[in-house]
């Protein structure tokens, strides 16, 4: 069946160092993958998208790569800032319109 | 804020009791999408309406669940006879459908209590 793993573990980083979390996925070959970011109690947001014809995709200190033959993306966020703490939540193209996601990654940025 | 409201925010409510919640979608958005939240997992999927039609049920759903999205705009989540399993966060997220990916926009959601 088709899996999506993320590592459940807290990630604790100090500020200004560089984050990077991982979404692993089993039996399916997504069209394009998702991130999320969710904070206590609120709803989560959408970040970045990549296609599978697309290595790598940025959006100011976001950065995003996508190995379809690893079946991975990779995560990252430079000059971690403490407002950067929250879960981030991946979620792979399934074919269908509704998202499946990850348990997600908790990130901790202490000053 | 992303456009996507809920209310209410928190429902706290006795087993056995019905609970209904509302969502409103950002307003040009033709799809509209339930999804369950519990603590320490992302969310999953329950339904998923494009405009009025109902077209995906999660086998998460049971009967007790029902779904409504009448005018193709605002859509309703009612839970009869609660069961303290279904405490949990309610996520309502819409989207406009486009040819490829379909990201989604979040509300805050409702928070169920079953005591």
């Known amino acids: 069946s088709q899996k999506i793993e993320q590592n459940s573990e807290a990630l604790n980083i100090q500020e200004g160092k560089t984050a990077t979390l991982t979404c692993n996925y089993t039996?399916?070959?997504?069209?394009?993958l998702q991130w999320y970011r969710q904070d206590p109690g609120r709803g989560p947001v959408f970040l970045l998208l990549?296609?599978?014809?697309?290595k790598e995709k940025r959006k100011e200190r976001l950065k995003v790569t996508f190995d379809t033959t690893l079946k991975q993306s990779l995560f990252h966020i430079t000059a971690s800032q403490p407002a950067d703490s929250a879960t981030y939540l991946c979620a792979p193209d399934t074919g269908f319109q509704k998202l499946v996601f990850g348990t997600g990654t908790r990130l901790l940025v202490s000053p | 804020d992303t456009g996507v409201s809920q209310d209410p925010r928190h429902k706290i409510t006795k087993r056995g009791q019905n609970v209904t919640f509302r969502c409103d979608p950002i307003s040009e958005h033709n799809r509209l999408y339930w999804y369950r939240q519990t603590l320490g997992q992302g969310p999953e999927f329950l339904t998923y309406f494009q405009n009025e039609a109902q077209l995906e049920k999660s086998r998460l759903l049971s009967d007790r669940f029902s779904a409504e999205r009448p005018k193709g705009s605002f859509s309703t989540l009612e839970i009869q006879r609660t069961e303290q399993g279904d405490s949990a966060m309610y996520l309502c997220?819409?989207?406009?459908?486009?040819?490829?990916?379909?990201?989604?926009?979040f509300g805050p959601g409702t928070r169920l209590t079953v005591l």
């Open positions: 997220a819409s989207s406009q459908s486009r040819q490829g990916a379909d990201t989604q926009y």
């Open positions: 990549i296609r599978e014809n697309e």
């Open positions: 039996n399916y070959s997504p069209a394009y």
